[in-house]
């Protein structure tokens, strides 16, 4: 851009113009590349400290491996399925039911001497 000293202001004037709106556009330009290039933030969704995913799952009594449970889901950016996560708590109490669903817990039947369960008169085991 060429300013000219001795002559017309409102031509200046309007060449200063034009350089700020093709300025303004290139800042624009950039701003959207960079929003594409930045990972949003999703849903709000902001995954915990390791210290808050201890201290919920101890406040809630969880029995499964917390441990594996936070390696899975920061290993894979903490998506469930081929969507990103929305609440990390909700995520502990699946695990917590499919834990209790694989594990579940043994009632102890009472045996004869020989090791066999003793029933009772109606056929069911003595527990």
Same mark, same amino acid.
């Given at each position: 851009?060429?300013i000219n000293?001795g002559?017309?202001?409102?031509?200046?004037l309007?060449n200063?113009?034009?350089?700020?709106?093709?300025l303004?556009?290139?800042?624009? @330009?950039?701003? @959207?590349?960079l929003? !594409?290039d930045t990972?949003?933030?999703?849903? @709000?969704?902001?995954?915990?400290?390791?210290?808050?995913?201890?201290?919920?799952?101890?406040?809630?009594? $969880?029995?499964?491996? /917390?441990?594996? #449970? $936070?390696?899975?889901y920061?290993?894979?950016?903490w #998506? !469930?399925?081929?969507?990103?996560?929305?609440?990390?708590?909700?995520?502990?109490s699946?695990?917590?039911?499919n834990?209790?669903?694989?594990?579940?817990?043994r009632t102890? !039947?009472? /045996?004869?001497?020989?090791g066999?369960?003793?029933?009772?008169?109606?056929g069911?085991?003595?527990?």
């Open positions: 851009m060429e000293h002559g017309n202001m409102k031509e200046e309007k200063i113009k034009h350089a700020i709106t093709l303004q556009k290139a800042v624009a @330009g950039l701003e @959207g590349r929003a !594409v990972p949003k933030k999703q849903n @709000g969704f902001k995954p915990p400290t390791y210290k808050e995913a201890r201290f919920y799952f101890e406040e809630k009594g $969880y029995g499964f491996d /917390l441990g594996d #449970w $936070y390696d899975h920061t290993t894979n950016g #998506w !469930v399925g081929k969507s990103k996560m929305k609440n990390w708590k909700s995520s502990m699946t695990w917590q039911r834990h209790k669903a694989a594990n579940p817990t102890k !039947v009472q /045996l004869d001497a020989r066999r369960p003793i029933r009772n008169e109606a069911n085991l003595l527990l």
